[in-house]
Each structure stands twice: as structure tokens, then as C-alpha cells.
């Protein structure tokens, strides 16, 4: 078992950054590809961003591509989601994921955090 708990969220105006983090607990970290998705009010869950167990590879979502950055400290048994550039639209509760396979689909990710808030204001 992981346990995975996000923190760093909050409310911020648009064109403002956050940085949200995600400390892994349990089972080494660095054994398990990692995710970040969000889910908006009324909306379904979507992916954010991926990254591979050793870091060696990562994608993101066209919606934040250029924007969004992923990463992960496996020393720190965390993963970090640098946000730049944030939009109203931005706005949504964020978790982070790992699993045993690396990708974009939800159901890749056997362990979830709780999630976190992350409120843009235009």
C-alpha cells in the first residue's frame, strides 16, 4: 500500500502559480509511475500530467501543456505539480495517483490522495 497526501493548494488569481505536492508513504515511491488528475464541479476526472518511476519520462495534458510541469523527488518520496500561467478554467480539485503503469488513463493508478482544492479567480 501507498498513501498518497497533496498539499499546496489554495486560491489564487489568474496568471498566478502554485506548486502542489504529493508525498508518497508506505511502499517505496520510487517504484511506481505517478499521476496528477482534477476533476471540476459537475465535470468527469481528467489527466494532468504523467511521470515515469525514475523520472525519465513525462507528459501532460494539451490543456496545460507549457504551462503545467511535473515532477518528482524519489529521495523525498514526493511529486511536485508546478502550476504558471493559471486560468479560471484551472480551477478544480487536484489528486495525485501512482501505479504500476505508466500513462494517462485513471485506470493505470491503483493508489489515490484525497485531493486538494485549487481555485483560480479572473
Known amino acids: 500500500q501507498v498513501q498518497l497526501v497533496e498539499s499546496g493548494g489554495g486560491l489564487v488569481q489568474a496568471g498566478e502559480s502554485l506548486r502542489l505536492s504529493c508525498l508518497a508513504s508506505?511502499?517505496?515511491?520510487?517504484?511506481?509511475?505517478a499521476g496528477w488528475f482534477r476533476q471540476a464541479p459537475g465535470k468527469d476526472r481528467e489527466f494532468v500530467a504523467a511521470?515515469?518511476?525514475?523520472?525519465?519520462?513525462?507528459f501532460s495534458a494539451a490543456s496545460v501543456k507549457g504551462r503545467f510541469t511535473i515532477s518528482r523527488d524519489n529521495a523525498k518520496n514526493t511529486m511536485y505539480l508546478q502550476m504558471d500561467s493559471l486560468k479560471p478554467e484551472d480551477t478544480a480539485e487536484y489528486y495525485c495517483?501512482?501505479?504500476?503503469?505508466?500513462?494517462?488513463?485513471?485506470?493505470?493508478?491503483?493508489?489515490w490522495g484525497q485531493g486538494i482544492q485549487v481555485t483560480v479567480s479572473s
Open positions: 495517483a501512482a501505479g504500476d503503469i505508466y500513462g494517462a488513463d485513471a485506470g493505470f493508478y491503483s493508489f
Open positions: 508506505g511502499h517505496t515511491f520510487s517504484n511506481y509511475d
Open positions: 511521470i515515469s518511476r525514475d523520472a525519465g519520462s513525462k
